[in-house]
């Protein structure tokens, strides 16, 4: 399994864009990258995977370093409820893979 | 979008009883859920992976007789601590593969267990 780093915790204020690194130097080139979000005392959440082309969806956008071996989560206007511990996941498509968790980077959001 | 339900919420209960924590996949089948326990300021760890009509993979190191777990349909999942003990007390998390598009999994809101 792809091994990840992410800055322990991160700080951003209110209405202003958070970008999120990822380094997975070891990741195959089957592996999606995934990532999820836990807010305090919740289960996680699904925030936004992708390949290998850069990604959008309504919460988060994915840019993906080319050799693929980073990417880079961006929250464009954090909002305190962004305030969680977002994981980056690399994850084969294959059925039923575990995903690994690691320690994540806790972002605090500043009101 | 997929609704992964788990109750309870919250658990206390005493030494030596047992509890059943429940996880259903409201609007997708799931033939394949994961339990995750997880301590405080701790990431997720993977307890077990349950599989719909045949006996659940537990990960190394966790005890598949304390850790009872049922799929016996495709949208439910039970994960049941047995002879529950102090050091028991965690939060337990289930998920299941689907709804999110290709590989993506859906978390339930996780269960708060307190064995006092």
């Known amino acids: 399994d792809a091994k990840t780093t992410q800055p322990n915790s991160m700080e951003s204020n209110e209405e202003e864009p958070v970008h999120l690194p990822c380094n997975h130097s070891?990741?195959?080139?089957?592996?999606?990258i995934h990532w999820y979000r836990q807010l305090p005392s919740q289960g996680p959440e699904y925030v936004i995977h992708?390949?290998?082309?850069?990604v959008n969806n309504r919460m988060a956008s994915l840019a993906i370093a080319e050799d693929r071996k980073s990417s880079t989560l961006i929250l464009h206007r954090a909002t305190l409820r962004d305030a969680a511990v977002y994981y980056c996941?690399?994850?084969?498509?294959?059925?039923?893979?575990?995903?690994?968790w690691g320690l994540g980077t806790s972002l605090a959001v500043n009101p | 979008g997929a609704v992964v339900s788990q109750h309870p919420s919250r658990v206390i209960c005493k030494s030596g009883t047992s509890v059943k924590i429940e996880c259903r996949s409201l609007?997708?089948?799931?033939?394949?859920m994961f339990w995750y326990r997880q301590f405080p300021k701790k990431s997720l760890m993977l307890m077990a992976t349950?599989?719909?009509?045949?006996?659940?993979?537990?990960e190394q190191g966790v005890e598949k007789d304390k850790f009872l777990i049922n799929h016996a349909s495709l949208t439910l999942s039970t994960l049941t601590v047995t002879s529950a003990h102090p050091e028991d007390s965690s939060f337990y998390i289930c998920?299941?593969?689907?709804?999110?598009?290709?590989?993506?999994?859906?978390f339930g809101s996780g269960t708060r267990l307190t064995v006092v």
């Open positions: 070891t990741i195959s080139g089957t592996d999606y």
């Open positions: 998920s299941a593969r689907g709804g999110q598009g290709i590989g993506g999994y859906t």
């Open positions: 349950s599989n719909e009509g045949s006996k659940a993979t537990y």
């Open positions: 996941i690399p994850l084969n498509a294959g059925n039923n893979r575990k995903l690994i």
């Open positions: 609007d997708f089948q799931a033939t394949t």
């Open positions: 992708g390949l290998t082309s850069n």
